[in-house]
Protein backbone atom coordinates (compact mmCIF):
# COMPACT_ATOMS: atom_id res chain seq x y z
CA UNK A 1 0.00 0.00 0.00
CA UNK A 2 1.03 3.50 -0.87
CA UNK A 3 0.10 6.80 0.70
CA UNK A 4 -2.77 8.17 -0.99
CA UNK A 5 -2.43 10.97 -4.05
CA UNK A 6 -4.40 13.82 -3.85
CA UNK A 7 -6.73 12.51 -6.78
CA UNK A 8 -7.13 8.96 -4.81
CA UNK A 9 -7.47 10.96 -1.43
CA UNK A 10 -10.67 12.66 -3.31
CA UNK A 11 -12.03 9.89 -5.27
CA UNK A 12 -11.83 8.37 -1.41
CA UNK A 13 -13.71 11.15 0.64
CA UNK A 14 -16.39 11.04 -2.12
CA UNK A 15 -17.18 7.63 -1.67
CA UNK A 16 -17.32 7.83 2.08
CA UNK A 17 -19.91 10.91 1.80
CA UNK A 18 -21.56 8.95 -1.02
CA UNK A 19 -22.44 5.88 0.77
CA UNK A 20 -23.37 7.22 4.11
CA UNK A 21 -25.06 10.70 3.64
CA UNK A 22 -25.26 11.94 6.81
CA UNK A 23 -21.36 13.00 6.37
CA UNK A 24 -21.16 16.26 5.40
CA UNK A 25 -18.00 18.50 5.35
CA UNK A 26 -17.01 19.55 9.24
CA UNK A 27 -15.97 22.79 10.57
CA UNK A 28 -12.44 24.31 9.61
CA UNK A 29 -9.73 23.17 11.81
CA UNK A 30 -7.95 24.77 14.32
CA UNK A 31 -3.91 25.09 14.27
CA UNK A 32 -3.00 23.10 17.68
CA UNK A 33 -0.16 22.36 15.86
CA UNK A 34 2.09 19.10 14.80
CA UNK A 35 1.98 17.48 18.53
CA UNK A 36 0.65 14.38 18.78
CA UNK A 37 -0.59 14.28 22.46
CA UNK A 38 -4.08 13.33 22.24
CA UNK A 39 -4.70 14.67 25.74
CA UNK A 40 -3.02 18.49 24.56
CA UNK A 41 -6.04 20.65 24.66
CA UNK A 42 -5.88 23.94 22.99
CA UNK A 43 -7.45 26.26 25.43
CA UNK A 44 -10.75 26.19 27.54
CA UNK A 45 -12.71 22.98 26.54
CA UNK A 46 -15.95 23.53 24.72
CA UNK A 47 -19.10 22.60 24.65
CA UNK A 48 -21.70 20.30 22.02
CA UNK A 49 -21.13 19.03 18.67
CA UNK A 50 -20.99 16.10 16.97
CA UNK A 51 -17.70 14.03 16.35
CA UNK A 52 -17.69 11.73 13.34
CA UNK A 53 -15.39 8.80 14.31
CA UNK A 54 -14.27 5.95 11.21
CA UNK A 55 -14.26 2.59 12.05
CA UNK A 56 -12.77 -0.30 9.86
CA UNK A 57 -15.58 -2.77 10.80
CA UNK A 58 -18.87 -2.78 12.12
CA UNK A 59 -19.87 -4.04 15.57
CA UNK A 60 -21.39 -7.38 16.34
CA UNK A 61 -22.24 -7.58 20.09
CA UNK A 62 -22.52 -5.30 22.79
CA UNK A 63 -23.03 -8.07 25.32
CA UNK A 64 -19.94 -6.57 27.44
CA UNK A 65 -18.19 -10.34 27.79
CA UNK A 66 -18.10 -10.69 24.01
CA UNK A 67 -16.88 -7.30 23.28
CA UNK A 68 -13.35 -7.54 23.24
CA UNK A 69 -13.26 -6.95 19.30
CA UNK A 70 -12.59 -3.39 18.75
CA UNK A 71 -15.57 -1.95 16.78
CA UNK A 72 -17.71 -3.45 20.06
CA UNK A 73 -15.65 -2.60 22.97
CA UNK A 74 -15.37 0.85 21.34
CA UNK A 75 -18.92 1.68 21.60
CA UNK A 76 -19.36 -0.07 24.79
CA UNK A 77 -17.07 1.56 26.85
CA UNK A 78 -18.68 4.94 25.48
CA UNK A 79 -22.11 3.64 27.24
CA UNK A 80 -21.54 1.82 30.25
CA UNK A 81 -19.53 2.47 33.43
CA UNK A 82 -17.96 0.09 35.88
CA UNK A 83 -17.57 -0.78 39.43
CA UNK A 84 -13.76 0.16 39.10
CA UNK A 85 -11.84 2.94 36.57
CA UNK A 86 -8.14 1.48 35.45
CA UNK A 87 -5.70 4.65 34.90
CA UNK A 88 -4.40 3.73 30.99
CA UNK A 89 -1.00 5.19 32.52
CA UNK A 90 0.01 3.72 35.40
CA UNK A 91 -2.63 0.90 35.24
CA UNK A 92 -3.78 1.67 38.97
CA UNK A 93 -7.52 1.10 39.52
CA UNK A 94 -9.70 3.76 41.35
CA UNK A 95 -13.50 3.78 42.44
CA UNK A 96 -16.35 4.27 39.71
CA UNK A 97 -19.58 2.94 40.29
CA UNK A 98 -18.07 1.84 43.81
CA UNK A 99 -16.97 4.37 46.49
CA UNK A 100 -13.98 2.59 47.00
CA UNK A 101 -11.81 -0.15 46.03
CA UNK A 102 -13.11 -3.29 47.25
CA UNK A 103 -12.54 -5.06 50.55
CA UNK A 104 -10.41 -8.39 50.15
CA UNK A 105 -10.56 -11.38 52.13
CA UNK A 106 -6.80 -13.02 52.45
CA UNK A 107 -6.89 -15.19 49.70
CA UNK A 108 -8.95 -13.45 47.45
CA UNK A 109 -11.81 -15.23 47.25
CA UNK A 110 -14.52 -12.63 48.94
CA UNK A 111 -14.58 -9.36 47.19
CA UNK A 112 -17.28 -6.55 49.03
CA UNK A 113 -17.92 -3.40 47.36
CA UNK A 114 -19.70 -0.16 48.65
CA UNK A 115 -22.02 1.47 45.30
CA UNK A 116 -22.65 5.10 44.89
CA UNK A 117 -26.10 5.65 45.27
CA UNK A 118 -27.17 8.24 42.78
CA UNK A 119 -25.96 6.91 39.67
CA UNK A 120 -28.98 5.39 37.38
CA UNK A 121 -29.37 4.03 34.02
CA UNK A 122 -30.78 6.00 31.27
CA UNK A 123 -34.17 4.30 31.03
CA UNK A 124 -34.27 6.28 34.84
CA UNK A 125 -33.57 2.64 36.70
CA UNK A 126 -30.74 2.77 39.60
CA UNK A 127 -27.33 1.07 39.36
CA UNK A 128 -28.18 -0.49 42.98
CA UNK A 129 -26.82 -4.13 44.48
CA UNK A 130 -29.69 -6.22 43.22
CA UNK A 131 -28.51 -4.78 39.68
CA UNK A 132 -25.05 -4.90 40.14
CA UNK A 133 -25.43 -8.53 41.52
CA UNK A 134 -27.44 -9.65 38.38
CA UNK A 135 -24.65 -8.20 35.80
CA UNK A 136 -21.88 -9.98 37.51
CA UNK A 137 -23.90 -13.33 37.68
CA UNK A 138 -24.78 -13.42 33.81
CA UNK A 139 -21.42 -12.33 33.26
CA UNK A 140 -19.49 -14.44 35.51
CA UNK A 141 -21.71 -17.58 34.46
CA UNK A 142 -23.48 -17.10 31.24
CA UNK A 143 -26.22 -18.54 30.10
CA UNK A 144 -26.58 -20.98 27.23
CA UNK A 145 -30.42 -20.79 27.01
CA UNK A 146 -29.82 -17.61 25.59
CA UNK A 147 -26.30 -17.83 23.92
CA UNK A 148 -24.69 -15.58 26.58
CA UNK A 149 -21.21 -16.75 27.03
CA UNK A 150 -19.12 -16.45 30.07
CA UNK A 151 -16.57 -13.68 30.58
CA UNK A 152 -12.75 -14.66 30.28
CA UNK A 153 -11.82 -11.92 32.31
CA UNK A 154 -13.43 -13.59 35.68
CA UNK A 155 -12.20 -16.59 36.97
CA UNK A 156 -13.46 -19.16 39.71
CA UNK A 157 -16.76 -17.34 40.44
CA UNK A 158 -19.02 -18.80 43.24
CA UNK A 159 -21.78 -16.17 43.52
CA UNK A 160 -23.12 -12.48 44.24
CA UNK A 161 -25.05 -11.30 47.62
CA UNK A 162 -26.68 -8.29 48.08
CA UNK A 163 -25.63 -7.44 51.48
CA UNK A 164 -27.75 -4.21 51.54
CA UNK A 165 -29.03 -1.54 49.07
CA UNK A 166 -25.05 -0.55 48.65
CA UNK A 167 -23.54 -3.12 49.20
CA UNK A 168 -22.31 -6.46 47.12
CA UNK A 169 -20.31 -9.37 47.94
CA UNK A 170 -18.83 -11.74 45.43
CA UNK A 171 -17.64 -15.14 46.40
CA UNK A 172 -15.25 -17.49 44.70
CA UNK A 173 -14.88 -20.85 44.51
CA UNK A 174 -10.70 -20.50 44.75
CA UNK A 175 -8.57 -17.20 44.60
CA UNK A 176 -9.47 -14.69 42.13
CA UNK A 177 -7.01 -12.38 42.52
CA UNK A 178 -7.74 -10.68 38.80
CA UNK A 179 -11.15 -9.78 39.65
CA UNK A 180 -10.70 -6.34 41.01
CA UNK A 181 -9.51 -5.79 37.50
CA UNK A 182 -11.91 -7.24 35.79
CA UNK A 183 -14.53 -5.26 36.81
CA UNK A 184 -12.58 -1.94 35.44
CA UNK A 185 -12.86 -3.54 31.79
CA UNK A 186 -15.67 -2.83 29.23
CA UNK A 187 -16.18 -6.73 29.82
CA UNK A 188 -18.00 -5.91 33.28
CA UNK A 189 -20.22 -2.99 31.68
CA UNK A 190 -23.31 -2.75 33.79
CA UNK A 191 -26.59 -2.87 32.27
CA UNK A 192 -29.95 -2.05 33.21
CA UNK A 193 -31.91 -4.69 34.28
CA UNK A 194 -34.10 -4.59 31.48
CA UNK A 195 -30.84 -5.03 28.65
CA UNK A 196 -29.96 -8.10 31.22
CA UNK A 197 -33.13 -10.02 30.14
CA UNK A 198 -31.85 -9.90 26.38
CA UNK A 199 -30.78 -13.33 24.11
CA UNK A 200 -27.51 -12.78 22.44
CA UNK A 201 -29.08 -12.09 19.21
CA UNK A 202 -30.92 -9.44 20.59
CA UNK A 203 -27.37 -7.36 21.36
CA UNK A 204 -26.52 -7.66 18.04
CA UNK A 205 -26.98 -5.67 15.24
CA UNK A 206 -30.20 -4.05 14.75
CA UNK A 207 -30.85 -4.05 18.45
CA UNK A 208 -28.67 -0.82 19.23
CA UNK A 209 -30.91 1.65 20.67
CA UNK A 210 -32.52 -1.22 22.99
CA UNK A 211 -28.99 -1.50 24.91
CA UNK A 212 -29.42 0.77 28.31
CA UNK A 213 -26.11 1.53 30.26
CA UNK A 214 -25.36 4.07 32.51
CA UNK A 215 -22.42 6.19 30.65
CA UNK A 216 -21.96 9.27 29.61
CA UNK A 217 -23.56 8.22 26.55
CA UNK A 218 -26.25 6.94 25.06
CA UNK A 219 -26.96 5.10 21.50
CA UNK A 220 -29.58 7.54 19.54
CA UNK A 221 -29.98 5.73 16.23
CA UNK A 222 -29.05 2.87 14.57
CA UNK A 223 -28.24 2.12 10.34
CA UNK A 224 -27.20 -1.55 10.53
CA UNK A 225 -23.33 -2.21 9.26
CA UNK A 226 -22.99 0.93 8.75
CA UNK A 227 -23.66 3.94 11.04
CA UNK A 228 -24.64 4.15 15.28
CA UNK A 229 -25.40 7.24 16.67
CA UNK A 230 -24.65 8.63 19.81
CA UNK A 231 -26.19 11.64 22.19
CA UNK A 232 -24.42 12.96 25.44
CA UNK A 233 -26.71 12.18 28.67
CA UNK A 234 -27.51 15.62 30.23
CA UNK A 235 -27.64 14.02 33.52
CA UNK A 236 -23.96 11.53 33.86
CA UNK A 237 -22.43 12.85 36.81
CA UNK A 238 -20.10 9.76 38.27
CA UNK A 239 -17.26 10.12 36.07
CA UNK A 240 -13.92 8.39 38.03
CA UNK A 241 -12.05 11.17 40.07
CA UNK A 242 -9.34 10.70 37.40
CA UNK A 243 -11.39 11.66 34.53
CA UNK A 244 -10.77 15.48 33.50
CA UNK A 245 -14.07 17.76 34.06
CA UNK A 246 -17.71 16.04 35.41
CA UNK A 247 -21.01 16.26 34.68
CA UNK A 248 -21.96 15.54 30.70
CA UNK A 249 -19.80 15.38 28.16
CA UNK A 250 -18.63 17.77 26.32
CA UNK A 251 -19.63 16.78 22.95
CA UNK A 252 -23.60 16.71 21.85
CA UNK A 253 -22.60 13.41 20.19
CA UNK A 254 -20.92 11.10 18.07
CA UNK A 255 -21.95 9.41 14.87
CA UNK A 256 -19.43 5.88 14.53
CA UNK A 257 -19.38 5.21 10.73
CA UNK A 258 -18.24 2.02 9.21
CA UNK A 259 -15.04 2.95 6.41
CA UNK A 260 -13.75 -0.36 5.64
CA UNK A 261 -11.04 0.93 2.89
CA UNK A 262 -8.30 1.76 4.69
CA UNK A 263 -8.14 5.06 2.23
CA UNK A 264 -11.51 6.27 3.19
CA UNK A 265 -11.06 6.65 6.49
CA UNK A 266 -7.62 8.35 5.55
CA UNK A 267 -8.78 10.57 3.10
CA UNK A 268 -11.95 11.26 5.09
CA UNK A 269 -10.30 12.77 7.92
CA UNK A 270 -7.01 14.49 5.98
CA UNK A 271 -9.78 16.15 4.17
CA UNK A 272 -11.43 17.46 7.06
CA UNK A 273 -14.79 15.62 6.56
CA UNK A 274 -14.23 13.22 9.73
CA UNK A 275 -12.52 14.14 12.88
CA UNK A 276 -10.57 10.78 13.72
CA UNK A 277 -10.21 7.45 12.42
CA UNK A 278 -9.22 4.29 13.91
CA UNK A 279 -6.77 1.89 12.28
CA UNK A 280 -4.67 4.01 10.48
CA UNK A 281 -2.27 1.57 8.85
CA UNK A 282 1.61 2.34 8.53
CA UNK A 283 2.22 3.42 5.17
CA UNK A 284 -0.63 5.95 5.50
CA UNK A 285 0.80 7.28 9.04
CA UNK A 286 3.19 9.78 7.36
CA UNK A 287 -0.04 11.67 5.60
CA UNK A 288 -0.93 12.67 9.15
CA UNK A 289 2.55 14.59 9.99
CA UNK A 290 0.79 17.61 7.97
CA UNK A 291 -0.13 20.80 9.69
CA UNK A 292 -3.50 20.12 11.55
CA UNK A 293 -3.51 16.64 11.95
CA UNK A 294 -2.24 14.39 14.26
CA UNK A 295 -1.86 10.68 15.09
CA UNK A 296 -2.30 8.89 18.42
CA UNK A 297 -0.61 5.12 19.00
CA UNK A 298 -2.10 3.87 21.93
CA UNK A 299 -0.55 0.65 23.76
CA UNK A 300 -2.99 -2.42 24.38
CA UNK A 301 -0.67 -4.01 26.86
CA UNK A 302 -1.36 -7.55 26.39
CA UNK A 303 -0.72 -10.74 24.55
CA UNK A 304 1.66 -9.68 21.18
CA UNK A 305 0.29 -9.55 17.55
CA UNK A 306 1.86 -13.02 16.90
CA UNK A 307 0.99 -16.88 15.39
CA UNK A 308 0.24 -19.84 17.51
CA UNK A 309 1.47 -22.72 16.47
CA UNK A 310 -1.11 -25.39 16.41
CA UNK A 311 0.86 -28.50 18.17
CA UNK A 312 -1.97 -31.27 17.86
CA UNK A 313 -2.05 -31.09 14.20
CA UNK A 314 0.03 -33.73 12.41
CA UNK A 315 2.14 -31.24 10.53
CA UNK A 316 3.08 -29.58 14.22
CA UNK A 317 2.96 -32.31 16.07
CA UNK A 318 7.27 -32.24 16.37
CA UNK A 319 8.60 -29.73 18.05
CA UNK A 320 11.55 -29.38 15.56
CA UNK A 321 9.03 -28.61 13.05
CA UNK A 322 7.94 -26.01 15.38
CA UNK A 323 11.21 -24.53 15.87
CA UNK A 324 11.89 -24.72 12.28
CA UNK A 325 8.89 -22.08 11.26
CA UNK A 326 10.40 -19.56 14.37
CA UNK A 327 13.75 -19.80 12.87
CA UNK A 328 12.96 -19.59 9.33
CA UNK A 329 10.39 -16.53 9.93
CA UNK A 330 11.85 -13.30 9.80
CA UNK A 331 10.19 -11.06 12.24
CA UNK A 332 12.44 -7.78 11.54
CA UNK A 333 12.08 -8.24 7.76
CA UNK A 334 8.31 -8.08 8.83
CA UNK A 335 8.05 -5.01 10.93
CA UNK A 336 10.77 -3.29 8.38
CA UNK A 337 8.94 -4.07 5.47
CA UNK A 338 4.97 -3.05 6.47
CA UNK A 339 5.21 -1.21 9.91
CA UNK A 340 6.58 1.63 11.55
CA UNK A 341 8.05 3.05 15.16
CA UNK A 342 4.56 2.73 16.29
CA UNK A 343 5.30 -1.43 16.17
CA UNK A 344 8.30 -2.73 18.24
CA UNK A 345 9.36 -5.90 17.55
CA UNK A 346 8.09 -8.34 20.21
CA UNK A 347 10.39 -9.66 22.45
CA UNK A 348 8.01 -12.25 24.24
CA UNK A 349 4.92 -13.16 24.52
CA UNK A 350 3.87 -10.26 26.37
CA UNK A 351 4.00 -6.57 25.27
CA UNK A 352 6.69 -4.64 27.27
CA UNK A 353 4.01 -2.63 28.46
CA UNK A 354 2.04 -5.36 30.12
CA UNK A 355 2.05 -6.80 33.75
CA UNK A 356 4.10 -9.81 34.11
CA UNK A 357 6.25 -9.03 30.70
CA UNK A 358 9.44 -11.48 30.41
CA UNK A 359 11.69 -11.33 27.94
CA UNK A 360 12.15 -14.47 25.71
CA UNK A 361 13.42 -13.21 22.11
CA UNK A 362 16.26 -15.55 23.01
CA UNK A 363 14.06 -18.40 21.65
CA UNK A 364 12.93 -16.19 18.67
CA UNK A 365 15.95 -16.15 16.36
CA UNK A 366 15.98 -15.60 13.14
CA UNK A 367 18.18 -18.58 11.21
CA UNK A 368 17.40 -20.10 8.03
CA UNK A 369 19.88 -22.90 7.99
CA UNK A 370 19.03 -23.88 11.43
CA UNK A 371 15.69 -23.74 10.44
CA UNK A 372 16.44 -26.36 6.97
CA UNK A 373 18.49 -28.65 9.19
CA UNK A 374 15.57 -29.18 11.40
CA UNK A 375 13.13 -29.62 9.28
CA UNK A 376 15.53 -32.29 7.74
CA UNK A 377 15.41 -33.82 11.35
CA UNK A 378 12.29 -33.70 11.80
CA UNK A 379 11.90 -35.82 8.42
CA UNK A 380 10.76 -33.15 6.07
CA UNK A 381 12.76 -33.97 3.15
CA UNK A 382 12.93 -31.68 0.21
CA UNK A 383 11.98 -33.33 -3.37
CA UNK A 384 13.10 -32.29 -6.49
CA UNK A 385 11.50 -29.07 -6.92
CA UNK A 386 12.36 -28.19 -3.10
CA UNK A 387 9.27 -28.60 -1.67
CA UNK A 388 9.36 -30.51 1.41
CA UNK A 389 6.93 -33.50 2.01
CA UNK A 390 7.15 -36.33 5.20
CA UNK A 391 6.14 -40.07 4.23
CA UNK A 392 3.97 -38.38 0.98
CA UNK A 393 2.00 -35.43 2.78
CA UNK A 394 3.65 -31.74 1.87
CA UNK A 395 4.34 -29.80 4.06
CA UNK A 396 1.91 -27.38 3.80
CA UNK A 397 0.52 -24.59 6.33
CA UNK A 398 -2.96 -22.64 6.17
CA UNK A 399 -2.69 -19.30 8.04
CA UNK A 400 -6.37 -17.17 8.94
CA UNK A 401 -6.40 -13.77 8.12
CA UNK A 402 -6.74 -12.04 11.51
CA UNK A 403 -8.98 -9.02 10.20
CA UNK A 404 -9.29 -6.90 13.10
CA UNK A 405 -5.27 -6.99 13.04
CA UNK A 406 -3.50 -4.43 10.92
CA UNK A 407 -2.63 -5.42 7.40
CA UNK A 408 -2.71 -9.26 8.82
CA UNK A 409 -3.24 -10.53 4.87
CA UNK A 410 0.79 -9.19 3.71
CA UNK A 411 1.98 -10.31 7.21
CA UNK A 412 1.15 -13.60 6.24
CA UNK A 413 1.89 -13.08 2.42
CA UNK A 414 6.05 -12.00 3.28
CA UNK A 415 5.71 -15.45 5.68
CA UNK A 416 4.51 -17.24 2.77
CA UNK A 417 7.53 -16.13 0.66
CA UNK A 418 9.96 -16.61 3.48
CA UNK A 419 8.75 -19.94 4.18
CA UNK A 420 8.57 -21.20 0.49
CA UNK A 421 12.83 -20.74 0.39
CA UNK A 422 13.06 -23.39 2.71
CA UNK A 423 10.20 -25.32 0.76
CA UNK A 424 7.23 -24.83 2.90
CA UNK A 425 4.29 -24.25 0.93
CA UNK A 426 1.49 -21.03 3.05
CA UNK A 427 -1.74 -21.02 2.21
CA UNK A 428 -3.69 -18.13 3.85
CA UNK A 429 -7.64 -19.15 4.78
CA UNK A 430 -10.18 -17.10 3.22
CA UNK A 431 -13.43 -15.48 3.85
CA UNK A 432 -14.91 -12.52 5.95
CA UNK A 433 -15.29 -12.15 10.00
CA UNK A 434 -18.02 -15.51 10.57
CA UNK A 435 -15.73 -17.34 7.98
CA UNK A 436 -12.61 -16.61 9.84
CA UNK A 437 -14.50 -17.17 13.57
CA UNK A 438 -15.66 -21.10 12.05
CA UNK A 439 -12.41 -21.54 11.14
CA UNK A 440 -10.51 -20.64 14.48
CA UNK A 441 -12.14 -23.44 16.50
CA UNK A 442 -12.52 -26.06 13.97
CA UNK A 443 -9.81 -28.91 14.02
CA UNK A 444 -7.27 -28.97 11.44
CA UNK A 445 -8.61 -26.30 9.42
CA UNK A 446 -5.98 -23.95 10.64
CA UNK A 447 -2.37 -25.19 11.45
CA UNK A 448 -0.97 -21.79 12.32
CA UNK A 449 -3.28 -19.24 14.24
CA UNK A 450 -2.45 -15.49 13.87
CA UNK A 451 -4.23 -12.86 16.78
CA UNK A 452 -4.05 -11.07 19.76
CA UNK A 453 -5.54 -9.52 22.82
CA UNK A 454 -5.56 -6.36 25.32
CA UNK A 455 -6.02 -6.67 28.40
CA UNK A 456 -4.02 -5.03 31.38
CA UNK A 457 -3.83 -8.03 33.64
CA UNK A 458 -1.83 -11.03 34.09
CA UNK A 459 -4.89 -13.14 33.38
CA UNK A 460 -4.54 -11.89 29.29
CA UNK A 461 -2.04 -15.06 29.04
CA UNK A 462 -4.86 -17.07 30.63
CA UNK A 463 -7.32 -15.64 28.23
CA UNK A 464 -5.51 -15.82 25.17
CA UNK A 465 -3.46 -19.84 25.83
CA UNK A 466 -6.03 -21.75 28.10
CA UNK A 467 -8.38 -24.49 26.80
CA UNK A 468 -11.12 -23.06 28.16
CA UNK A 469 -10.68 -19.58 27.06
CA UNK A 470 -9.71 -18.04 23.60
CA UNK A 471 -7.72 -21.53 23.02
CA UNK A 472 -6.12 -19.85 20.42
CA UNK A 473 -3.17 -23.18 20.44
CA UNK A 474 -6.63 -25.71 20.09
CA UNK A 475 -4.55 -27.07 23.11
CA UNK A 476 -8.51 -28.34 24.28
CA UNK A 477 -10.57 -30.18 21.72
CA UNK A 478 -14.23 -30.84 22.12
CA UNK A 479 -13.84 -34.71 22.85
CA UNK A 480 -12.41 -32.80 26.09
CA UNK A 481 -9.34 -33.76 25.51
CA UNK A 482 -6.14 -31.29 26.77
CA UNK A 483 -3.07 -32.00 24.32
CA UNK A 484 -0.54 -30.08 27.26
CA UNK A 485 -2.01 -30.05 30.74
CA UNK A 486 1.12 -28.23 32.01
CA UNK A 487 0.40 -25.03 30.14
CA UNK A 488 -3.01 -25.03 31.24
CA UNK A 489 -2.27 -25.70 34.94
CA UNK A 490 0.16 -22.96 34.74
CA UNK A 491 -2.24 -20.77 33.04
CA UNK A 492 -4.93 -21.33 35.76
CA UNK A 493 -2.42 -20.67 37.94
CA UNK A 494 -1.66 -17.12 37.30
CA UNK A 495 -5.24 -16.97 37.72
CA UNK A 496 -5.67 -18.36 41.33
CA UNK A 497 -2.49 -16.88 42.45
CA UNK A 498 -3.92 -14.59 45.61
CA UNK A 499 -0.47 -12.50 45.95
CA UNK A 500 0.91 -10.37 43.14
CA UNK A 501 4.45 -12.04 43.62
CA UNK A 502 2.68 -15.40 42.76
CA UNK A 503 0.68 -14.48 40.12
CA UNK A 504 4.30 -12.84 38.40
CA UNK A 505 6.11 -15.93 39.09
CA UNK A 506 2.84 -18.15 37.71
CA UNK A 507 3.01 -15.56 34.33
CA UNK A 508 6.80 -15.82 33.92
CA UNK A 509 6.45 -19.94 33.84
CA UNK A 510 4.22 -19.85 31.76
CA UNK A 511 5.79 -17.31 29.08
CA UNK A 512 8.71 -19.16 29.24
CA UNK A 513 7.16 -22.32 28.64
CA UNK A 514 4.85 -21.14 25.95
CA UNK A 515 8.65 -20.31 24.15
CA UNK A 516 10.55 -22.94 25.43
CA UNK A 517 8.20 -25.59 23.71
CA UNK A 518 7.99 -23.47 20.11
CA UNK A 519 4.18 -22.80 20.57
CA UNK A 520 4.42 -19.05 19.63
CA UNK A 521 5.82 -16.94 17.76
CA UNK A 522 5.37 -12.94 18.64
CA UNK A 523 5.64 -10.37 15.88
CA UNK A 524 5.65 -7.08 17.08
CA UNK A 525 3.75 -4.83 19.81
CA UNK A 526 0.09 -4.24 18.61
CA UNK A 527 -1.05 -0.36 18.62
CA UNK A 528 -4.44 0.89 18.42
CA UNK A 529 -3.42 4.17 15.83
CA UNK A 530 -5.88 7.13 15.66
CA UNK A 531 -5.60 9.92 13.12
CA UNK A 532 -7.72 12.75 13.89
CA UNK A 533 -7.63 16.85 13.16
CA UNK A 534 -6.93 19.75 15.00
CA UNK A 535 -10.44 19.63 15.83
CA UNK A 536 -10.53 16.99 18.14
CA UNK A 537 -9.24 17.93 21.61
CA UNK A 538 -8.81 16.15 25.00
CA UNK A 539 -9.42 12.63 23.30
CA UNK A 540 -7.69 9.67 24.83
CA UNK A 541 -7.99 5.99 25.03
CA UNK A 542 -8.57 3.68 27.96
CA UNK A 543 -5.79 0.90 29.05
CA UNK A 544 -6.03 -1.40 26.30
CA UNK A 545 -6.48 1.11 23.40
CA UNK A 546 -10.32 1.48 22.96
CA UNK A 547 -11.07 5.31 22.16
CA UNK A 548 -12.69 7.13 25.47
CA UNK A 549 -14.72 10.40 24.89
CA UNK A 550 -16.06 11.39 27.59
CA UNK A 551 -13.63 14.17 27.99
CA UNK A 552 -13.02 15.17 24.04
CA UNK A 553 -14.18 17.90 22.81
CA UNK A 554 -14.57 19.83 19.64
CA UNK A 555 -12.59 23.17 18.97
CA UNK A 556 -13.34 25.54 16.24
Not at 218 to 242: H, N
Not at 416 to 429: D, F, N, P, S, T
Amino acid sequence: MSPLSPQASRRSVLALAASVPALTALAACGSAGSDADPGAAGGEPQQGGTLTYLEPQTWSTLYPPSAGFYPNGGIVHNITDRLLHQDPETLALEPWIATALPEVDDDATVYTFTLRTDATYSDGTPVDAENVVRNIDLFAKGDPSRALTVSEAINNYDRGEVVDASTVRFHFTAPSPGFAQAVSTINSGLLANATLDRSGEQFGPGNATDIIGSGPFVIAEEKIGTQLSLTAREDYAWAPASAGHTGRAHLDGIDYVVAGEDSVRVGTVTSGQAHIARQIEAPDEPLFDAEGLHLHAAATSGVNNGLSFRFRDPALADIRTRQALIAAIDRQAIVDTLFTDSYPLATGALATTALGYVDTSAQYVHDPAQAASLLDAAGWVAGADGKRSKDGTPLTLTFNEALPQPRSREVVTLIQEQLAELGIAVELHPGDQAAQDAARAEVGTLQVYHSMVGRADYDVLKSQYHSGNRNTLLNGESDGSVGDPDLDELLARIASEPEEEGRQEASAAAQKHLAEQAYILPIFEEPQVFGYTDAVQGFATESVGRPSFYDTWLAG
